[in-house]
């Protein structure tokens, strides 16, 4: 179950961001509608190794269909 609290809570920030941990970020609402999500610094981590991931995976599946269709025309 997520745990969801009011940007307010952030006065008290030590409360705000209590249940934080990998795979369990706190998500901050600002009236009543989400806000911000806050993940653990692991988690976050790797939230930033992902945009290579999807640039490699993209070059790959460029090369293989350029190599595929370089087949057809020999």
């Avoid at 179950?1 to 369990?24: F, H």
């Avoid at 806000?35 to 981590?45: F, L, Q």
């Avoid at 945009?51 to 070059?59: D, S, T, V, Y």
Wanted: glycine residues 14%.
């Amino acid at each position: 179950m997520p745990d969801i609290k009011q940007i307010s809570g952030l006065r008290n920030y030590g409360e705000a961001v209590r249940g934080v941990a990998v795979g369990s970020p706190v998500f901050l609402t600002k009236n009543g509608h989400g806000r911000y999500a806050v993940p653990d610094i692991n988690e976050y981590k790797e939230y930033g190794k992902m945009p290579a991931w999807r640039k490699l995976r993209l070059e790959l599946a460029n090369g293989r269909s350029s190599g595929e269709a370089g087949r057809g025309t020999h």
